[in-house]
């Protein structure tokens, strides 16, 4: 029915298949995935680490200067009067 050579071909064909198909899935959804995980586990440990100097430093006016200059660098907006960081508002005409 078949010969050898075909089952074998048939074999080798459908292993460059399933090895491209598993290359797509992995580029296209496991490793996208997996990066993004990564930094946010690498963000979080960051902000708790950062998070703990704060406390640490010795007076209040010291953590008002560093929660503000965080803040600022992530990009958002400190609010003196109540100490917290917000969102920028949009810019008109931006």
């Keep these: 029915m078949f010969s050898r050579l075909s089952l074998a071909a048939g074999a080798v064909a459908g292993d460059i298949f399933v090895f491209i198909g598993m290359q797509t899935v992995n580029a296209l959804w496991i ?4 990066r993004e995980e990564g930094r946010k586990l690498e963000r979080a440990e ?4 950062t998070n703990k100097a704060i406390g640490e430093l010795r007076d209040e006016a010291d953590r ?8 600022i660098e992530r990009g958002r907006l400190y609010v003196n009067a109540t100490g917290q960081c917000v969102e920028r ?3 008109p005409g931006g």
Excluded: T
């Design 89 to 91: 508002p949009a810019q």
């Design 46 to 49: 960051l902000d708790s680490a």
């Design 64 to 71: 008002a200067r560093s929660n503000r200059r965080l803040c």
């Design 31 to 34: 490793i996208p995935g997996a």
